[in-house]
């Protein structure tokens, strides 16, 4: 048997004279044989491709009573998460908030809460499909409230919400004052 330096040195002579001989052949005018009559090295069987779990539930799991379940904990999760946020002692800072801080985090829980609304409101059919559809969501409902946003702006993302979320309320308020029997259900003073 060949030892390392040896085999290392047989390869780097066979890889040389197939140059040569590759060159040598290309200048007598002759070509190497077309892809498809040279003869194909065996393929090696293809393992087995394992697909990447792409949600929560595992593959083998997936059926819709199982996905809604996994689906509705992250929702009664959330819920819990908020009323515990809300049972937090306020940090010293929150004295501090002005009614400029209060209006802008209004606001952008307001947006938040017209998408839960437009979902329950559109799927008891209480607002037609084609009044359903929301537009583009501004940036501004992404952002932490401050107290910094410019009275103005803030007057203006006023309009806004109350624009988008007028087909929604009125839907849920008329549903409301049937249901209660009560034709100040949704007033608010």
């Known amino acids: 048997m060949l030892r390392q330096p040896e085999r290392e040195q047989l390869m780097r002579t066979g890889l040389v004279f197939g140059v040569f001989a590759m060159m040598a052949l290309q200048a007598c005018g002759q070509q190497t044989p077309a892809p498809e009559q040279q003869a194909e090295a065996p393929k090696p069987p293809e393992a087995p491709v394992e697909t990447p779990q792409q949600g929560n539930t595992p593959p083998e799991d997936l059926d819709p009573f199982v996905v809604m379940i996994g689906a509705e904990r992250w929702t009664v999760i959330l819920e819990k998460a908020n009323e515990g946020a809300i049972e937090a002692p306020e940090p010293a800072s929150a004295a501090d908030h002005t009614d400029l801080y209060r209006a802008d985090a209004a606001l952008k829980r307001g947006a938040a809460q017209v998408i839960e609304l437009r979902n ?17 969501w501004p940036a501004w409902t992404r952002e932490l409230p401050t107290g910094d946003t410019p009275i103005l702006e803030i007057d203006k993302r006023s309009a806004w919400l109350s624009e988008v979320m007028s087909p929604f ?11 209660a029997k009560d034709d100040m259900f949704c007033s608010v003073e």
């Open 120 to 136: 329950r409101v559109c799927s008891k059919g209480l607002v037609p499909v084609e009044k359903c559809a929301l537009p583009d």
């Open 169 to 179: 309320t009125e839907a849920g308020c008329e549903a409301g004052k049937a249901a």
